[in-house]
């Protein structure tokens, strides 16, 4: 099974949110369609996907989003650009629509 941490932003890259699934294009549907109204992304229009990484380990994951939570926000900008230069919404991509070989997730095993 495939696992996943997930960098979300608003439009003007000002607000992160991170997380972990085990589903990345269903959760990231869930926060792009405001499924809670009262989150965190609701609340502050966070939607953009602009970095995930995958794996096959549960414990990794949680551990990774742990990590990155506990991280600068310069660092957090700079693990993004090294694999999404422009923070473009990589949500296309992922259900197939767009291909940009300026943008690849991470692994991790």
Not at 20 to 48: C, E, G, M, W
Not at 57 to 83: C, F, H, M, P, Y
Not at 99 to 105: G, H, I, K
Request: charged share 25%; hydrophobic share 35%; with cysteine.
């Amino acid at each position: 099974m495939q696992y996943y941490v997930y960098i979300l932003a608003n439009a003007t890259n000002v607000a992160l949110y991170i997380g972990a699934t085990s589903n990345l294009l269903r959760r990231v549907y869930q926060h792009k369609n405001h499924l809670d109204p009262d989150s965190f992304t609701a609340k502050y229009n966070i939607h953009k996907l602009v970095y995930f990484e995958e794996t096959t380990d549960v414990r990794a994951a949680l551990e990774r989003e742990k990590q990155l939570k506990g991280w600068r926000r310069s660092k957090k900008n700079a693990l993004i650009e090294t694999v999404n230069p422009n923070w473009n919404d990589l949500y296309p991509m992922i259900l197939g629509e767009e291909t940009d070989s300026s943008t690849r997730c991470a692994r991790s095993e």
